[in-house]
């Protein structure tokens, strides 16, 4: 059980640029997010998705498209970087459990110059 | 305003001493769920304990326990007989209302540094 995995794990991007990045999980998780983390924010939720070809805004979504074609899959694009889009990039998903509780992956490490 | 707020940027500890990390929420609606990760040097968010606002009891998992007010609206973390281990990054989240899908909103975290 791999749990949920990102690839990359780091990536340098210029300006402009696009990229997408992957994240997986095998626990059959219905629901599944992609947060940011920026020094001294916290966690910040760009997108999620409660289904198989399902997907919604959350908290920071300009600039970043995602898509659920599979269960198991949940893409994060950039289709233009910038800088301010250097951050730690998270994905998470989460089973329907009385708790809720979500498992993350462990990071993406995005640097724009 | 801020759904959750930890007012500690850091926390200094010896070994085997207690500690509480602080976690104040706002949220108006009944069900909410309130969470806690730690997140060490390496990066990886590591799920600790959960409480539902509908919870009797203070949630523990080993040396965790969360010291849950709900009429303070506060959820503290108490974690006992530190270890150099505890050390990291600590953050409280909550998920406001009943859907499972419901994505979680979280604290700017305290940095946790545990001394021998």
């Known amino acids: 059980n791999a749990g949920v995995t990102q690839t990359p794990k780091f990536r340098v991007l210029k300006t402009g640029q696009s990229m997408t990045l992957l994240c997986a999980q095998d626990m059959n998780h219905e629901y599944m997010y992609w947060y940011r983390q920026d020094p001294g924010m916290g966690l910040r939720l760009i997108h999620y998705s409660v289904g198989e070809g399902t997907t919604a805004k959350g908290e920071v979504p300009d600039g970043y498209n995602v898509s659920r074609l599979k269960k198991q899959n949940f893409l994060l694009g950039l289709e233009s970087a910038a800088p301010s889009q250097t951050s730690v990039y998270f994905c998470?998903?989460?089973?329907?459990?009385?708790?809720?509780?979500?498992?993350f992956g462990p990071g993406t490490r995005l640097t724009v110059t | 305003a801020q759904k959750i707020t930890q007012t500690q940027p850091g926390m200094f500890v010896q070994e085997k001493e207690a500690v509480t990390l602080d976690c104040t929420y706002d949220?108006?609606?009944?069900?909410?769920?309130l969470f806690w990760y730690k997140q060490p040097s390496s990066g990886e968010m590591i799920f600790l304990i959960y409480q539902g606002s509908y919870d009797q009891q203070n949630a523990t998992e080993g040396r965790y326990s969360l010291n849950f007010q709900k009429a303070r609206k506060s959820a503290n973390l108490v974690i006992s007989a530190s270890q150099l281990g505890d050390s990291a990054m600590y953050f409280c989240?909550?998920?406001?209302?009943?859907?499972?899908?419901?994505?979680?909103?979280f604290g700017k975290g305290t940095t946790l540094s545990v001394s021998s």
């Open positions: 949220t108006s609606d009944p069900s909410y769920g």
């Open positions: 998470a998903s989460s089973y329907l459990d009385k708790n809720y509780e979500q498992y």
């Open positions: 989240a909550m998920r406001e209302g009943r859907q499972a899908g419901t994505a979680l909103i």
